[in-house]
């Protein structure tokens, strides 16, 4: 991973911590190039969603960010007002995928509480974070079920939940609710909007679906075909996110000006 050290400048005029994904490329295998010249800056706070067509790199944008893959050039840079230490503390990266990727054997509460776990944190202290997060995700009473007995959407919260126990700044979530039913889709919308609101959370979101990105997100990131690049970032005003906001006009214009994004 390669850090940038932000001058005491860039820190000075900085209100909020902020991510900045800087000039970033990606070439697999030294030959795909996955991304080309990626340049985004996130706010602190900011819901972020990324759309762009199947294999355009919004996965390997965010395998760079957490850590789990090394940029080919460019580099990821978190600005803090506090200090000019830029190094990406990953212990405030959280990251879900589109399933739940849960260890089938072990009931709710040992799932949610393994990052604490594999911390070497004792088991009292876990299992009270882990209530904690768990009644935040509306799973309180099913801590010692296991996963089998869970629907799709549960397994989903209880992923959700595990990936919010270490009180992460910064949540990746790659395609969380591409695998679920629309009914089950849209309860979680508001589950995840009001622990955002209440975490006040950095998330970076994935999605294909357009109506998702516009319903959650504070902005939007476009992208093209690959080599992937960001070529739009729309603004979503701050509408109050209810079902009637699905079907005004505000919402139906910016579906559409992002769909048509996405074709140029
Ligand atoms: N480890 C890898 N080795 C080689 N090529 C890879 C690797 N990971 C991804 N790629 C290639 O890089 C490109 C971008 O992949 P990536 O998974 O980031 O796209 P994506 O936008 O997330 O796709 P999707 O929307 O289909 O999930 C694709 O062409 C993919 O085949």
New binding site residues.
Partial sequence: MKIEVATKEDVLIQKKPKLRINNVSKT??QK?V?LSEVNLDIEEGEFMSFV?P???????IFKIIAGLSEPTTGAIEMITPTSTDTVINRDEVGFVFQHATLLPWKPVIDNVALPLELKGVAKKERYEKAMNVLEMVGLEGYEKALPRQLSGGMQMRVSIARSLIAKPKLLLMDEPFGALDEMTRQNLHYELLRIWEKTNMTVLF?T?NVFESVFLSTKIAVMSA?P?RITNVYEVPPYERNESFRSTNEFSRLVGEIESGLKH
């Fill in positions: 697999y295998d795909i996955a762009g199947s294999g355009c790199g919004k996965s390997t994935i294909h690959r992937g």
